[in-house]
Structure formats: structure tokens, C-alpha cells
């Protein structure tokens, strides 16, 4: 297993931009498809976005398409999400997770590692 670690979460206003990384160890990086998930209070865990292992592929949730980014970069075994124009419904915390194979993957299913999440709170 990858182990994770999330950061980059905060409280916001509707509208603004947020970058989240999430620092990645212990297995090759590129090995792996990773995603990120958010969880709201009372809800289950949803899909957000997922990249391949090269970075060459890219799958969005379509409450986030075009607003949402997500990118890896390799050398530094990190995986990050661009949040812009943030809206209140995206308050949550966001996961990232590795799926074994280097497939980008919307099932949570699909993934074996996971980090503990940060908080993103946007405000109206």
C-alpha cells in the first residue's frame, strides 16, 4: 500500500480557488491510478475526480468538470486538485486514494490506499 498524505484545505468563499496536494510514500508512485473523494456530513463518500499513473488520462465528476484540475507530478510523488470557483456544496473532506494498476478509477472500490483527508469549507 501508498501511504497519504492530504493538505491544502481551508475555509473559503464562494467563488474562490483552493489548491489541494496530497504527498505520497512507500510504493512507485506512477504505479498507481489516484483519485480524490469527498465526504459531506451524513453523506457517503463521492467520486471527485481520478488521473492514470502517467498523468495521460483524466475523469471528472460532473459537479466539478471545468471547474476542478486534478494533476500529479511524479518526480515529487504528489497528486494535487485545483478547486476553483469554489460553491458551498463543495464543503467537505477530501480524500485522496491510490488504486494498484495505474487506471483511473470513479469507484471507491478500485482503491486500496487512503489518506487521512482535509477539510475544505466554503462559505456563502
Known amino acids: 500500500q501508498v501511504h497519504l498524505v492530504e493538505s491544502g484545505g481551508g475555509f473559503v468563499q464562494t467563488g474562490d480557488s483552493l489548491r489541494l496536494s496530497c504527498a505520497a510514500s512507500g510504493r512507485t508512485f506512477s504505479n498507481y491510478g489516484m483519485g480524490w473523494f469527498r465526504q459531506a456530513p451524513g453523506d457517503g463518500r463521492e467520486f471527485v475526480a481520478a488521473i492514470s499513473g502517467i498523468g495521460g488520462r483524466t475523469l471528472y465528476a460532473e459537479s466539478v468538470a471545468g471547474r476542478f484540475t486534478i494533476s500529479r507530478d511524479n518526480i515529487k510523488n504528489t497528486l494535487y486538485l485545483q478547486m476553483n470557483s469554489l460553491k458551498p456544496e463543495d464543503t467537505a473532506v477530501y480524500f485522496c486514494?491510490?488504486?494498484?494498476?495505474?487506471?483511473?478509477?470513479?469507484?471507491?472500490?478500485?482503491?486500496?490506499?487512503w489518506g487521512q483527508g482535509t477539510q475544505v469549507t466554503v462559505s456563502s
Open positions: 486514494a491510490a488504486a494498484p494498476g495505474g487506471e483511473e478509477w470513479s469507484s471507491p472500490m478500485r482503491y486500496d490506499s
